[in-house]
């Protein structure tokens, strides 16, 4: 059959019918198209939404540990000069302690000395007395 005789045979009402049935499948056609492309639309959005969801975790992650990084270095950073500081103090009370001891030396010194010269007074009151009394 050639198109010229087909033609012939859908000329009368025929003709309508296939033009129907080919809109009618046209228009399924369409929608399953639609359906297709709602469907690749669908799944290319749930996609980009597990990135953005697995982007936002990773930059949390990684803010939360930029946050722990820091307090880590702040601690860190104040021990330090905690440690300075009882450092100071430490060497404070050492010359404290030295000064202290230089005192009491001296003192002791001076003890000594004054034990010497009053044992020398008693010894030379005595003789004092020895040579009265002759």
């Known amino acids: 059959m050639t198109i010229h005789t087909l033609a012939l045979t859908l000329e009368g009402g025929s003709?309508?019918?296939?033009?129907?049935?080919?809109?009618?499948?046209?228009?399924?056609?369409?929608?399953?198209v639609n359906k297709v492309l709602a469907s690749q639309a669908l799944a290319s959005a749930k996609a980009k939404a597990a990135d953005t969801i697995a982007r936002a975790e990773s930059d949390a992650r990684a803010a939360a540990e930029k946050v722990r990084v820091e307090a880590d270095k702040q601690l860190l950073d104040r021990k330090a000069t905690i440690e300075r500081e009882i450092e100071t103090e430490r060497n404070k009370l050492r010359e404290d302690e030295r000064r202290l001891q230089k005192r009491e030396d001296l003192f002791d010194r001076k003890e000594e000395a004054l034990t010497l010269?009053?044992?020398t007074l008693g010894r030379q009151a005595e003789q004092l007395k020895g040579r009265e009394q002759n």
């Open 15 to 32: 003709l309508y019918g296939v033009v129907g049935a080919a809109a009618f499948a046209g228009i399924i056609a369409g929608f399953v």
């Open 117 to 119: 010269k009053e044992q």
